[in-house]
């Protein structure tokens, strides 16, 4: 699997969604059934990185949404500086990797897109930071190593934050 050089947004008419499988069935099923009808009703963005020379094969997907954290889930020190009313976020609500292009870096590329992503929209309309959602303490393992921290977990995932004043200095 050869992926191309560039996300493009979500196109029904173009992209094989139910081809695409990253081993993990929630991450499959959100892409099949749901990423179109959330860009529809206006709740989230979903990009694609189509395989080189076949514009319908997904080599990975991200989604992107607002969504908003407690000021006191923050460290102590960050929290301290922010009004006390709930903290406006961006959400990657979801991303993963085909099955058959694990371990080729996709997923670092990936997430470096999102966070582009993410800062450019940034430069319209501040957030503080960027949560994330990992689905297991591995996939934590993977987001730590680019800077992301623990923000809280319940039973079913695990949230993580980097700040936007972070992610700024990685693309100035
Ligand atoms: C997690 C996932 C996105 C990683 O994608 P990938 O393309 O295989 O990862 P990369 O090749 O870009 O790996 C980048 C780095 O992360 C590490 N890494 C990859 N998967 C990891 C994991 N599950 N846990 C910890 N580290 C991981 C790699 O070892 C590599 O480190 P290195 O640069 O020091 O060699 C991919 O395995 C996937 O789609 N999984 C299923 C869906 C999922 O769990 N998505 C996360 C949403 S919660």
Redesign the pocket.
């Known amino acids: 699997m050869h992926p191309s050089d560039l996300f493009v947004e979500l196109d029904k008419t173009i992209h094989n969604r139910k081809g695409f499988d990253?081993?993990?069935q929630a991450?499959n099923q959100f892409l099949q059934q749901f990423a179109l009808r959330h860009s529809e009703a206006g709740i989230s963005k979903t990009m694609v990185l189509p395989a080189g020379g076949d514009a319908s094969t997904i080599c990975?997907y991200y989604t992107l949404a607002h969504t908003e954290i407690k000021r006191q889930s923050l460290p102590k020190a960050m929290a301290k500086k922010l009004p006390r009313h709930p903290v406006p976020v961006m959400l990657i609500a979801?991303?993963?990797?085909?099955?058959d292009?694990?371990?080729?870096?996709?997923?670092?590329?990936?997430?470096i897109k999102a966070l582009k992503h993410c800062c450019d929209i940034n430069d319209h309309l501040p957030s503080y930071a960027v949560v994330?959602?990992?689905?297991?303490e591995?996939?934590?393992?993977?987001?730590k190593?680019y800077g992301f921290m623990p923000l809280d977990h319940d039973e079913e995932?695990i949230r993580l934050f980097i700040s936007m004043k972070t992610i700024q200095q990685l693309f100035v």
Do not use: I, P
């Not at 292009?101 to 990936?110: F, M, N, R, T, V």
């Not at 994330?132 to 297991?136: E, K, M, Q």
């Not at 591995?138 to 987001?143: L, M």
């Open positions: 990253c081993g993990t991450l990975a979801q991303l993963a990797v085909h099955k292009a694990h371990g080729q870096g996709l997923g670092k590329s990936a997430l994330v959602d990992a689905l297991n591995g996939v934590q393992e993977f987001y190593q995932r």
